[in-house]
T-cell receptor, first 114, second 112 residues
Framework: EAQVTQNPRYLITVTGKKLTVTCSQN?????MSWYRQDPGLGLRQIYY???????DKGDVPEGYKVSRKEKRNFPLILESPSPNQTSLYFC?????????????FGPGTRLLVL | QKEVEQNSGPLSVPEGAIASLNCTYS??????FFWYRQYSGKSPELIMS??SNGDKEDGRFTAQLNKASQYVSLLIRDSQPSDSATYLC????WGGGFKTIFGAGTRLFVKA
């Protein structure tokens, strides 16, 4: 089944404790992206990647890191989480990098930073 | 700051009516336009994409794009209670790579 998977789905952590949210897609998609969703603000893009070893900042990259060492994986790293990073996070992927392709979203990761 | 604006709603329509959802965007360089539907607690899923001026129809859904007015809309004909969801407008813009900017979404309620 074609899908985007994220792990964990739910995470409660404390301020400053490094964490990684994994994202994997099995559709051989070139483009991958991370978003956070907050009430009233919609989806905001954190980072995106147009190919292996090619990543770029979205609109809200502060406090996050990403890497794209393999085509299928795009982990999101919070090196020192803070309470303002409490949010719902979505990973997405699409086949092309020309901007016109449908993005397929993972199921989401709910993060609470205490 | 590139922006995508939507009326947050909620928009309430009776079953069988036409629901009209609107979106404006600020960047004239926006290249592709999308409508995603998101049920509560679920991830967004694509409803329609549109790339050129005019109308695009797919079943009960019609997307309309007017680049001169920087306006994109979604019409849902014969609305059903199962259409009740949040509808997200999204645009892609070139900024060294393709960024995607989403609106905050419009909540739609279809009353049976």
């Amino acid at each position: 089944e074609a899908q985007v998977t994220q792990n964990p789905r739910y995470l409660i952590t404390v301020t400053g404790k490094k964490l990684t949210v994994t994202c994997s897609q099995n559709m051989n998609h070139e483009y991958m992206s991370w978003y956070r969703q907050d009430p009233g603000l919609g989806l905001r893009q954190i980072y995106y990647s147009m190919n292996v070893e090619v990543t770029d900042k979205g609109d809200v990259p502060e406090g996050y890191k990403v890497s794209r060492k393999e085509k299928r994986n795009f982990p999101l790293i919070l090196e020192s989480p803070s309470p303002n990073q409490t949010s719902l996070y979505f990973c997405a992927s699409s086949f092309g990098v020309a901007g016109g392709q449908t993005q397929y979203f993972g199921p989401g990761t709910r993060l609470l930073v205490l | 700051q590139k922006e995508v604006e939507q009326n947050s709603g909620p928009l309430s329509v009776p079953e069988g009516a036409i629901a009209s959802l609107n979106c404006t965007y600020s960047d004239r360089g926006s290249q592709s336009f999308f409508w995603y539907r998101q049920y509560s607690g679920k991830s967004p899923e694509l409803i329609m994409s549109i790339y050129s001026n005019g109308d695009k129809e797919d079943g009960r859904f019609t997307a309309q794009l007017n680049k001169a007015s920087q306006y994109v809309s979604l019409l849902i004909r014969d609305s059903q209670p199962s259409d009740s969801a949040t509808y997200l407008c999204a645009v892609t813009v070139w900024g060294g790579g393709f960024k995607t900017i989403f609106g905050a979404g419009t909540r739609l309620f279809v009353k049976a």
